[in-house]
């Protein structure tokens, strides 16, 4: 234990060589309800926008995410998710063939 004057009441020393101290309140109560009262209402109120400001992020992300296209080629207004080069004469495309490419789902 030290016992300077300048140091804290309580003051330790670590195996390490760091010196900690602690504080330790007796008697003395210090009350101020009405700046309790602020500041639980302070927390409450950014509490709650924390919440809406989550809810709204979250409904952003789900309607951005429903409303993405799933179409990756479109073709005179229909979608179409693949797209192949094949030739021509190729009698195995399942979609519309263009240009020697086959649109597909």
Not at 37 to 55: K, W
Not at 83 to 94: A, F, I, Q, T
């Amino acid at each position: 234990m030290f016992s300077d004057e300048n140091t804290c009441e309580l003051m330790t020393e670590t195996e390490y060589g760091v010196c900690v101290c602690a504080v330790v309140a007796i008697d003395t109560v210090v009350s101020d309800p009405a700046g309790a009262r602020r500041l639980g209402n302070a927390s409450i109120g950014l509490s709650v926008a924390g919440i809406i400001v989550t809810v709204v992020v979250i409904a952003v992300a789900v309607a951005v995410l429903v409303n993405t296209p799933r179409c990756k080629y479109n073709h005179f207004g229909t979608c179409y998710l693949y797209k192949k080069y094949v030739y021509s004469y190729d009698p195995y495309c399942s979609g519309v063939k263009v240009g020697g490419y086959c649109y597909y789902n």
